[in-house]
């Protein structure tokens, strides 16, 4: 068993940043891929960003290539989504999420194990 808690979530203007945490406690956190989704209200979860067990491998959506960065510290079970240059459509609830599936996952069923998500609001 895998427990996330997520953090850092807030209210934001257009054009600024967040930096969101993710907090690992359980099963040896250097063991899991750790991804970070996204749910806007009426809308299904989507994937943001991947991030190998050694770090080595990040993904990113799209949507978000060049203004989002995942990282993580191993030794601190700690995975992060660094936010720059925030859109209104960034707005969702983030979570993050853990999986030990070999290559990028991008789907919510390759993931195990959710964190209860954080609320990120980007006014216009």
């Known amino acids: 068993q895998v427990q996330l808690v997520e953090s850092g979530g807030g209210l934001v203007q257009a054009g600024g940043s967040l930096r969101l945490s993710c907090a690992a406690s359980?099963?040896?956190?250097?063991?899991?891929?750790m991804g970070w989704f996204r749910q806007a209200p009426g809308k299904e979860r989507d994937f943001v960003a991947h991030?190998?067990?050694?770090?080595?491998?990040?993904y990113y959506a799209d949507s978000v290539k060049g203004r989002f960065t995942i990282s993580r510290d191993n030794a601190k079970n700690m995975v992060y989504l660094q936010m720059n240059s925030l859109k209104p459509e960034d707005t969702a609830v983030y979570y993050c999420?853990?999986?030990?599936?070999?290559?990028?996952?991008?789907?919510?069923?390759?993931?195990?194990?959710w964190g209860q998500g954080t609320q990120v609001t980007v006014s216009s």
């Open positions: 991030i190998s067990w050694n770090g080595y491998t990040q």
């Open positions: 999420a853990s999986n030990r599936m070999s290559g990028v996952q991008i789907r919510v069923a390759s993931y195990a194990y």
């Open positions: 359980g099963r040896p956190f250097g063991n899991y891929n």
